[in-house]
């Protein structure tokens, strides 16, 4: 079975730092992986996904992973933070020969002060 | 595309009503799921469906939750009796699954709210 661990539930950043929102995943086949991003009184969107190509994956703005088997980890990165970046983060695994099931992180809620 | 559509956008009820949400999936996608999310629980999955037919209920709370897709284009998820603790965001998502890359795209959910 597949879990997803998201360390930090509230992450606080300044506007124009480093964004780094942490995921480690455990799952006993190869796995595909997922960061969505949840605004205020919307559903999930996806940002990006790792799907067993390039282990370095750009998404939308601006934000970008790095698959890293070794420690199990998908931690999801942005160079600079922008006020409008102020949002719920979920990471998410499926099985990559299992069924389409995503296993959820509990989120991250991520801050942007001005 | 419209992408997911969801309705009601909100609903208010009183305990012991029946309540249903409605889902419409993307066109072509063949994978529905309906999760269901609260503060105490994070996102929570109910049931999905594949092809029109349930493949996994196992997180689908108690009796009074039952779940349909009679065709391709349409799903709901019924509760009856209603509770107070039923009270959350209900999301309905899709997915294109045979691709191989299993993501899934998101409606922009139900607010229900059981007084």
């Known amino acids: 079975a597949q879990s997803v661990t998201q360390l930090g539930s509230h992450v606080s950043v300044s506007e124009g730092a480093l964004v780094l929102l942490r995921c480690n995943y455990s799952s006993s086949v190869p796995p595909y992986l997922f960061w969505y991003v949840q605004y205020p009184n919307q559903g999930l969107q996806l940002l990006l996904k790792?799907?067993?190509?390039?282990?370095l994956v750009k998404g939308i703005n601006g934000f970008e992973a790095e698959f890293k088997k070794s420690e199990t980890s998908f931690h999801l990165t942005k160079p600079s933070a922008h006020m409008s970046d102020a949002a719920e983060y979920f990471c998410a695994v499926s099985e990559a020969y299992g069924n389409e099931k995503l296993t959820f992180g509990t989120g991250t809620r991520l801050t942007i002060i001005p | 595309d419209a992408g997911v559509i969801q309705s009601p956008r909100h609903e208010v009820t009183e305990m012991g009503q029946e309540v249903t949400l409605r889902c419409k999936p993307i066109s072509g996608h063949n994978s529905l799921f309906w999760y269901r999310q609260t503060m105490m629980r994070g996102l929570e999955l109910l049931i999905y469906f594949n092809n029109n037919v349930p493949i996994d209920d196992s997180g689908m709370p108690e009796d009074r939750f039952s779940a349909k897709m009679p065709n391709a284009s349409f799903s709901t998820l019924k509760i009856q009796p209603s509770e107070p603790r039923d009270s959350a965001v209900y999301f309905c998502?899709?997915?294109?699954?045979?691709?191989?890359?299993?993501?899934?795209?998101f409606g922009p959910g139900t607010r229900l709210t059981v007084t």
């Open positions: 790792y799907t067993s190509a390039a282990t």
């Open positions: 998502a899709s997915s294109q699954t045979g691709g191989g890359s299993y993501e899934q795209y």
